[in-house]
């Protein structure tokens, strides 16, 4: 399996994500600068990571959706490579169109830095193969504007469609408003696209992917990217 | 030509950031004060442009295309000399 990291400007979350892809990939990751549209061909994985791309200058992702480097991910993603945007990642792959709905101010106005708990709503992609429906994960956030926002029609469909991927939960799984870190509607915490190719979270997986970072529960995903894309 | 563009919350999306402001207005002894909506006003220069209509017509393209998130956001683009 061949991964790369976007890197934007103000991107501050691609090393670590580099680092735990290349835990389970067990070889180095490549990092692609936002202005490069020469992405090698033979890639099964781009990642776009977190952070504050452009000093979410605008609003958070606006600028790197439309940078040089992001067209190009566009094009291989309706191709069907296999695209995770965490975080920042996430706000710019909405801009950017690939997924649907956008995410808005958090409900408390503040920056939330916190392990929150998410329930695994599916099973059925590349990430998320090695967890069941149902788990608990325990996975940090750090965002100021992860309250996902759709239409109903459009939250009709992700539901329908068996895509919403995550949800922010208790720690016994339940769905309450106050397990909600930020006033997303339905405690949506990821959504993948219709394909299942493409996947948005605001939790970072790779923020507790290494038992010396205190957990593992963000490293079934990785370990579910390598294997089904190896 | 200038464009002047307001960008603001579609009715029924929640703006956390007015409501604050609302609040505040209160605190401050402004008890009168219904409602706080806060938006996005941009100003763009067209120093080539002479004709209105196109660009009113060119603004509103750069509205849907980057300015303004028409998920959640309305617009409006008036063109001064």
């Known amino acids: 399996m061949r991964a790369a990291v976007i890197v934007f400007p103000g991107s501050n979350c691609d090393r670590d994500i580099a680092v735990a892809l290349e835990q389970s990939i067990g070889k180095p990751t490549t990092m692609i600068w936002h202005q490069d549209t020469d992405i090698p061909s033979d890639l099964d994985l781009i990642v776009v990571p977190g952070g504050f791309s452009y000093g979410d200058y605008l609003r958070c992702g606006a600028m790197a959706a439309h940078s040089p480097v992001m067209r190009e991910v566009k094009r291989r993603a309706e191709k069907g490579m296999r695209v995770l945007a965490v975080c920042n990642g996430f706000q710019i792959v909405t801009e950017a169109g690939l997924l649907p709905g956008v995410l808005m101010r958090n409900r408390g106005l503040k920056y939330v830095c916190k392990d929150v708990h998410l329930r695994v709503e599916d099973s059925q992609s590349a990430f998320t193969a090695k967890y069941k429906v149902g788990d608990v994960l325990r996975i940090p956030i750090g965002h100021a504007e992860g309250n996902y926002f759709a239409d109903e029609a459009t939250l009709k469909q992700l539901e329908d469609e068996g895509r919403v991927a995550f949800r922010y939960c208790t720690t016994k799984g339940e769905i309450t408003d106050d397990a909600n870190p930020n006033g997303s509607q339905r405690n949506i915490a990821g959504v993948l696209n219709k394909a299942r190719t493409v996947l948005g979270m605001m939790p970072h997986p790779e923020r507790l992917a290494d038992k010396k970072l205190g957990g593992t529960d963000g490293r079934a995903m990785f370990e579910a990217l390598v294997e089904t894309l190896a | ?81």
């Open chain 2, 1 to 81: 030509m200038k464009a002047k563009v307001h960008i603001t919350l579609k009715n029924g999306v929640l703006d956390p950031q007015g409501k604050a402001v609302e609040h505040a207005l209160h605190g401050l002894g402004f008890p009168d004060v219904g409602g706080v909506r806060q938006g996005k006003y941009i100003e763009v220069d067209l120093p080539k442009q002479k004709d209105k209509t196109q660009a009113k017509a060119d603004v509103e393209k750069m509205c849907k295309a980057l300015l303004a998130n028409t998920v959640i956001e309305n617009f409006s683009v008036e063109v001064v000399d």
